[in-house]
């Protein structure tokens, strides 16, 4: 049994990622984010960082009795099917999916939930510390060209 419980710890923290900063900027560019749906790439970066501190294992569970899910927080109520509750699951994914170091699948539900009138806003972590703001800091020494780090949410 305590061999059965050390194999399962293993293979959890082996599908764990906690992305350093620039690192995840970068992935985020290369997965086609900077820009999507006129989202800077400083949105998203500043957006994760609040919502989950870049770790792919986070979860949180809300006092309404939904859970959020992985590096984007992606909530079981509307965006994906964990069994327990999910009325819409508007991404068609399994939770568990997005507790993963390879971000695609999170990545893909993320574009997904901007689609819907809330955009980035939909996010609590964007509205309470990013919007509006000085973003520059989440990109600077990340090698990113000056015009990209200060590119704002036109609206939310």
Same mark, same amino acid.
């Given at each position: 049994?305590?061999?059965?419980?050390?194999?399962? /710890?293993?293979?959890?923290?082996?599908?764990?990622?906690?992305?350093?900063?620039? #690192?995840?900027?970068?992935?985020?560019?290369?997965?086609?984010?900077?820009?999507? @749906?006129?989202?800077? /790439?400083?949105?998203?970066?500043? /957006?994760?960082?609040? #919502?989950?501190?870049?770790?792919?294992?986070?979860?949180?569970?809300?006092?309404?009795?939904? *859970?959020?899910?992985?590096?984007?927080?992606?909530?079981? @109520?509307?965006?994906?099917?964990?069994?327990?509750?999910?009325?819409?699951? &508007?991404?068609?994914?399994?939770?568990?999916?997005?507790?993963?170091?390879? %971000?695609?699948?999170?990545?893909?539900?993320?574009? @997904? %939930? %901007?689609?819907?009138?809330? &955009?980035?806003?939909?996010?609590?972590?964007?509205?309470?510390?990013?919007?509006?703001?000085?973003? *520059?800091?989440?990109?600077?020494?990340?090698?990113?060209?000056? *015009?990209?780090?200060? @590119?704002? %949410?036109?609206?939310?």
């Amino acid at each position: 049994m305590i061999k059965s419980l050390l194999f399962l /710890l293993l293979v959890a923290v082996a599908n764990a990622k906690r992305f350093q900063r620039c #690192e995840w900027a970068h992935k985020l560019k290369d997965s086609g984010m900077d820009g999507y @749906r006129n989202i800077s /790439l400083a949105d998203w970066v500043c /957006l994760t960082k609040w #919502e989950s501190g870049y770790d792919t294992m986070k979860t949180h569970h809300n006092n309404d009795g939904s *859970t959020d899910f992985g590096i984007f927080q992606i909530n079981n @109520r509307w965006w994906c099917n964990d069994k327990i509750m999910s009325f819409r699951n &508007g991404c068609q994914i399994n939770c568990k999916d997005l507790l993963s170091d390879d %971000v695609t699948v999170a990545i893909n539900c993320a574009k @997904r %939930v %901007v689609k819907d009138p809330q &955009g980035i806003a939909a996010w609590y972590g964007w509205r309470s510390h990013c919007q509006g703001r000085d973003l *520059t800091p989440y990109l600077d020494g990340c090698g990113f060209e000056s *015009t990209h780090r200060n @590119r704002r %949410v036109s609206s939310a």
